[in-house]
C-alpha cells in the first residue's frame, strides 16, 4: 500500500511579477568544463530560466503557472497540479551543432511525471520523476543539434504536483562509452593480443586487457564538444614496468603516465588536458615488449576549472606534497550529464543500474558510487581552493535537502552522484539508515566555508539551505537530548544505523554524548552566526554567536571534566557516566573544532593526541590522520601538523586497510585535505568572499624559508601570496574587479610594521592563543602589498 499523496505547499497568489535579478544568474549554469565568452554565445539562448520575468517566454497549460511560494531561488519557480496532460515549455533554437545537457532542479508531489527534450518534435530525452518533496538538480544529457534545430525543454504533469526552477543549458563534456567495458568494449579499439575479460575486474564483471608485448594497445576517440579542461583517469593493474597510459589530442601527446609494476589495481590521472571545440582525445592504453600484463577498467574523464593554484617553496617536499594532491584531488570530480553506476559497493560492484551524475566528485570509498557526508565536510575547502565550487554546492545542498522531520533532521550518510538517491548499502528506510551526530552540524559548518570562499549568496538565500541550518542547530538539538538533558545533541548508543554519537565506529563506548559531536555542534552554532550575518540579521548572528560562547564554556568548565590528557572527558554513555583516555575522533575533534580553550590544559592534550596516534593505539585507516594536521594547525603547532601532513603523504602508495579501497592515496580524503591543510594550513589563507576580506598567517614549520601559492580564486578574485618565513607575507591582487581587505597577520608582538616600506602601528590579536600584529591593508586588483616585521 502506497503513502497517500503528501500535500502540496501553499501556494502565493499566481501572479506574474516583474522580479529584480534571479540566482538564477549567480548558480547556473551549474556544469563542468566552463565555456569561453564566444563558446557562450554560440549555445542555444534560454529566457526567464529562474522564471523571475514570470511567465515570460514559456508555455503554459491549464493548472500551471508560475508561483512565488516554493522557489530553489530567487522568488520564483514554476508548478504544474497534479493529474496527467499539464505541461510546462519553452523553445530554443540551436544557433550551432553541439551536443547539450539540459538540467533544472525539480521538487516532486509524487511519481510519474517527467523532465523532457524534443529536437524538432521529436524525443530526444527524458527523464523520470521520482517522489521527493525536497529539489535536486536533474539532467536530461548530451542532446544532439544541428544548427537551426529546434529544441524543446518540457514538464509534463504526473500523479502529484511538480516544482521547477533553475533551468539551464550547457555543452556536454567528452563523456566516454562504456568506460566499464560492461558493454563488452564496443566503442573501444582493439589491437592483436587485447581483449575484453571478466577474470579480475576492478568493479562490475569486465574489464580491457593487454598481453604482454610491443605494440599492443587499447583506445577510444571521443570529440570536445566545447572548450575545457579535463583530467583522464583509470584504474589499472601491471604485470610489470613499462606499460603506459596516454592521452592525446589531435594526435599530440597532451599527457603520458608511464605505468609500473604493481598487480593490485591503482587509480592513475592524466591531468589537465586543455581542449577545444572539435579536438579529437584519444585515451590509449599500451603494453611494452617484456613488461607483462596490463588490466584496465573504470576509466573517468573529470572537468576542472581552467585554472588550478600551484604551489612553490624553498621546501621541495611541500610543493610536490601539493601537486600530487591537486592532480589526485582533480581527478576525482564526476562530469556532469555522464551515466555511470548507482549503489555500487563491494557487495554489488557493477551497481544496481544506472543514472546520469551531477556536478559532485568522490568523497568516501572509491569502490562505491557515493559522496558520504563525513568525508564531503573534510573535503569542501580542499575542494574550494581547487575551484571545485559549484560540486560543492550541489553537494551540500543535497544533503540538506534529505534532513527531514521524517528522519529527526538527520541527512542521509551517503548519496548517489545523481545528487539524490541514497545509496543502498546505509540506507534502509527513514528508522534505519547510518547516521553519527557529527555530520549533521559538519555539514552546516562547510555550508559556511563553502559561502565565504565562494561569495555565492545562494547559501543565504535557498530556502532548503537556510531550513536546515536552523533546523540542525535546534529542532535536532531538542530531539536528541533525553539522556543527558544540557543542549547538546546525543546519540543512541545503538550502533550507527539507529545514530551514533560519534565518528569513531571502532569501539563500543556507547556514547550518548562524545568530543567529536560537541566540537562539532559548537562549530555549526558559530556558522550560522556568520551566515546570519550574511543574510543582514545581527540580532540572530548575535543569538547564535552567544550560544556558541556559552556552549564553549560549558565544555571547559564541566563536560570535559578537571583531568588533562588521558584524564580529560572525552564522552559520556548513555548511563550518564564519563568516558577518559584514548577515543580517536572523539579525542583530537575537541581541539581540532576549538571548542578547547586555550592554555597549558589544551597543550597538554595536544601532546597526548600526538603520542597516542602513534602508539599502540594509533588508527589503523589512512584517512583518520588526515584529521591530525587541522587540530595542529589550530593552535600554531605547525611542525607537528606538518609532520602529520608528510605522514600521510609519505604512505599514499601503500595499500589501504580495506582492500577493495586500493592504495591509500587513492582514498579520496587524502588528496583533498592535503590540499586544504596547505592553502589554510601552512599559508594560513583564511577568506570572506562575501566581506571582500582576506585573512593570512604565515604556519610555515622550521626549517621553511618561503612558501608561495600563485592561481587562488577567493569569490570572484585571483590570487598570489607568499610568505617568507614568520616576518613578511606579500600579497597581489592579480585578476577580478573587487578591492580585497587584507588582514595580514604576523606572528609575536610587533609594535610596528611596515606595509610597502612604510612603517605602520600595528594592532594586536589572540587567537586559540597565538598572538599576531596585525595590519589592514586594501589591496585593489592588479595591485600588490607587502607587509613586514622592520
Do not use: C
Request: aromatic share 10%; no cysteine.
Amino acid at each position: 500500500m502506497r503513502p497517500a499523496h503528501s500535500a502540496r505547499p501553499a501556494r502565493s497568489t499566481r501572479t506574474s511579477l516583474l522580479a529584480a535579478l534571479s540566482l538564477a544568474a549567480v548558480l547556473a549554469p551549474l556544469t563542468a568544463a566552463v565555456p569561453n565568452a564566444d563558446a557562450s554565445a554560440a549555445l542555444p539562448r534560454l529566457t526567464n530560466q529562474g522564471f523571475e520575468q514570470g511567465t515570460a517566454a514559456w508555455h503554459f497549460t491549464p493548472g500551471t503557472g508560475v508561483a512565488g511560494n516554493n522557489p530553489h531561488s530567487g522568488s520564483k519557480l514554476v508548478y504544474l497540479d497534479g493529474g496527467t496532460g499539464k505541461k510546462v515549455w519553452q523553445t530554443v533554437s540551436a544557433r550551432k551543432g553541439g551536443t547539450y545537457d539540459v538540467s533544472a532542479w525539480i521538487a516532486t508531489g509524487w511519481t510519474g511525471g517527467k523532465f523532457t527534450v524534443r529536437v524538432n518534435g521529436t524525443v530526444a530525452g527524458s527523464v523520470g520523476l521520482p517522489y521527493r518533496a525536497a529539489y535536486a538538480r536533474y539532467t536530461v544529457p548530451r542532446i544532439a543539434a544541428k544548427s537551426g534545430d529546434r529544441i524543446e525543454i518540457a514538464f509534463e504533469s504526473g500523479d502529484g504536483w511538480i516544482n521547477a526552477d533553475d533551468v539551464s543549458l550547457a555543452r556536454s563534456g567528452p563523456a566516454v562509452t562504456d568506460p566499464g567495458f560492461e558493454q563488452g568494449g564496443g566503442a573501444w579499439q582493439f589491437t592483436d593480443g587485447t581483449g575484453v575479460a571478466t577474470n579480475n575486474p576492478h568493479s562490475g564483471g569486465t574489464l580491457a586487457y593487454l598481453d604482454d608485448g610491443a605494440g599492443r594497445t587499447v583506445s577510444q576517440t571521443v570529440t570536445a564538444n566545447g572548450p575545457g579542461t579535463y583530467a583522464f583517469s583509470a584504474w589499472i593493474a601491471t604485470g610489470g614496468p613499462g606499460g603506459a597510459f596516454t592521452v592525446r589530442v589531435n594526435g599530440a601527446v597532451a599527457g603520458t603516465v608511464a605505468l609500473p609494476a604493481a598487480p593490485g589495481y591503482a587509480r592513475y590521472t592524466v591531468p589537465r588536458v586543455a581542449v577545444r571545440a572539435g579536438d579529437r582525445i584519444e585515451i590509449a592504453f599500451a603494453s611494452a615488449d617484456g613488461a607483462g600484463w596490463v588490466n584496465v577498467d573504470d576509466v573517468m574523464v573529470s572537468p576542472l576549472p581552467a585554472d588550478r593554484p600551484t604551489v612553490t617553496s624553498s621546501d621541495p617536499k611541500i610543493a610536490e606534497l601539493f601537486a600530487w594532491a591537486a592532480d589526485k584531488a582533480d581527478s576525482w570530480v564526476q562530469l556532469p550529464g555522464a551515466t555511470g553506476p548507482v549503489n555500487a559497493d563491494e557487495r554489488q560492484t557493477g551497481g544496481t543500474g544506472t543514472s546520469t551524475y551531477e556536478a559532485s566528485y568522490w568523497a568516501g570509498y572509491a569502490h562505491r558510487s557515493a559522496f558520504y557526508g563525513r568525508d564531503t565536510a573534510h573535503q569542501v575547502d580542499g575542494a574550494a581552493a581547487l575551484g571545485l565550487d559549484t560540486e560543492n554546492r550541489n553537494m551540500l545542498g543535497a544533503f540538506a535537502a534529505t534532513a527531514t522531520e521524517e528522519q529527526q533532521y538527520y541527512p542521509v550518510w551517503a548519496l548517489n552522484f545523481d545528487d539524490r538517491t541514497n545509496l543502498s548499502i546505509d540506507y534502509y528506510g527513514p528508522n534505519s539508515f547510518v547516521r553519527e551526530v557529527p555530520s549533521t552540524f559538519e555539514l552546516v559548518e562547510k555550508a559556511d566555508r563553502a559561502y565565504r570562499w565562494s561569495g555565492d549568496p545562494s547559501y543565504v538565500t535557498d530556502p532548503a539551505l537556510w531550513a536546515y541550518y536552523r533546523h540542525a542547530t535546534e529542532d535536532f538539538v531538542t530531539l536528541h537530548d533525553s539522556a543527558k538533558p544540557n543542549g547538546v545533541a546525543e546519540g543512541t548508543g545503538k550502533g550507527i544505523f539507529s545514530g551514533a554519537a560519534s565518528y569513531d565506529e571502532s569501539g563500543d563506548d556507547r556514547f550518548a554524548e562524545s568530543g567529536d559531536s560537541i566540537g562539532s555542534q559548537y562549530q555549526a552554532l558559530l556558522a550560522v552566526a556568520d551566515l546570519a550575518t550574511g543574510r543582514g540579521d545581527a540580532a540572530l548572528a548575535a543569538q547564535y554567536a552567544q550560544r556558541a560562547a556559552d556552549l564553549k564554556n560549558y565544555f571547559n568548565t564541566t563536560w570535559s571534566g578537571t583531568g588533562s590528557g588521558a584524564d580529560m572527558v572525552r564522552g559520556y554513555r548513555t548511563d550518564g557516566t564519563p568516558v577518559t583516555g584514548w577515543g580517536r575522533e572523539n579525542s583530537w575533534f575537541m581541539p581540532m573544532k576549538k571548542i578547547t580553550e586555550a592554555g597549558p590544559r589544551n597543550d597538554a592534550y595536544l601532546d597526548y593526541i600526538d603520542q597516542q596516534s602513534q602508539g599502540d593505539g594509533r588508527p589503523a585507516n589512512i584517512e583518520a590522520y588526515t584529521y591530525l594536521p587541522d587540530a595542529f594547525f589550530a593552535y600554531d603547532r605547525n611542525d607537528t601538523a606538518w609532520k602529520w601532513m608528510q605522514y600521510v603523504y609519505d604512505r599514499r602508495d601503500e595499500r589501504h586497510v580495506v582492500s577493495k579501497q586500493g592504495p591509500n592515496g587513492d582514498y579520496p580524503e587524502v588528496s583533498f585535505t592535503l590540499v586544504g591543510q596547505t592553502v589554510e594550513g601552512l599559508l594560513g589563507v583564511d577568506p570572506n568572499a562575501p566581506a571582500r576580506t582576506l585573512t593570512t598567517a604565515s604556519h610555515l614549520p622550521t626549517g621553511t624559508d618561503w612558501l608561495q601559492i600563485d592561481d587562488l580564486v577567493v569569490g570572484g578574485n585571483t590570487f598570489a601570496l607568499r610568505h617568507d618565513g614568520a616576518s613578511g607575507s606579500t600579497l597581489t591582487n592579480r585578476t577580478g574587479t573587487d578591492t580585497y581587505r587584507w588582514e595580514a597577520r604576523i606572528p609575536g608582538t610587533h609594535p610596528v610594521l611596515t606595509v610597502d616600506g612604510t612603517p605602520r602601528a600595528a594592532a594586536t590579536r589572540t587567537v586559540d592563543g597565538t598572538v599576531y600584529s596585525y595590519v589592514t591593508v586594501p589591496v585593489a586588483p592588479g595591485a600588490t602589498a607587502t607587509v613586514r616585521v622592520p
